[in-house]
């Protein structure tokens, strides 16, 4: 799965110099300019709902509390009810970091930078062969992360689709591939889907991811791996300081 991951992590966190967008048609250049980077020290209050293959847990997340201390489990009633990835998953959102890769379960929620709002690093992906589609939608080629091999090795394999709501803002953002693939010999990827979806909320200064998804489905090394995950968002409270 971790040919997957990193290419999942670098569309999410990573791309190469953004491009000019007033190339692009409207309204999606105008959509293209509506993030917005969160100060670090920026308060966050969300509820959170992980849908992992057949389980799934409910979280609300305080920033104001302590590192380590952000989370709290709304459903099931205890954390003995958890099993798998979805335990494992647990335990990091409640292990403080000790350094600065972020790398817990703070930043599966807030994402890089900007914390849940569309942010200019999620808008550099939409860089390439960017197209009018009949549905009223766009279609773009994913621009991923120069530097890393196994993204690189996934991109040409990647098409993309977004939507621009009626209140000018980038609605939903959908990452796939249109067909099995092999991105190395010792590897083949019968299915890849990521899926963001953004609303915009008054008095909040950018569009906020409300639901992530992510199905996965490849073969590596003789055995096969499944995955299918989901975030949704809600209740979203956001404080500068």
Do not use: C
């Amino acid at each position: 799965m971790r040919i997957i991951a990193a290419a999942a992590a670098a569309l999410i966190v990573s791309a190469t110099a953004f491009s000019d967008t007033s190339t692009y048609p409207q309204p999606l250049a105008d959509a293209l300019t509506l993030g917005y980077d969160a100060p670090d020290d920026a308060v966050w209050r969300f509820n959170m709902r992980v849908s992992m293959n057949d389980d799934a847990m409910e979280l609300r997340f305080d920033g104001a509390q302590a590192d380590g201390e952000e989370w709290t489990l709304i459903s099931p009633a205890s954390p003995d009810s958890l099993s798998g990835e979805l335990a494992d998953m647990w335990v990091d959102m409640n292990t403080p970091d000790d350094d600065d890769d972020g790398d817990n379960g703070r930043s599966i929620s807030l994402g890089s930078g900007g914390g849940l709002f569309f942010t200019a690093e999620t808008a550099r992906m939409i860089t390439g062969s960017v197209e009018r589609t009949s549905g009223g939608g766009y279609s773009f080629s994913p621009d991923l992360d120069p530097d890393s091999d196994e993204a690189d090795s996934m991109a040409e394999h990647l098409s993309g689709e977004l939507s621009v709501a009626t209140a000018g803002h980038i609605e939903r953002i959908r990452i796939f591939a249109p067909v099995s693939f092999k991105p190395n010999p010792a590897a083949r990827v019968h299915e890849f889907e990521m899926v963001m979806d953004f609303q915009r909320f008054e008095g909040l200064p950018a569009p906020v991811m409300t639901s992530m998804s992510t199905v996965v489905d490849v073969s590596a090394l003789f055995q096969r791996q499944q995955q299918n995950v989901r975030f949704d968002f809600s209740d979203v409270e956001y404080v500068e300081p």
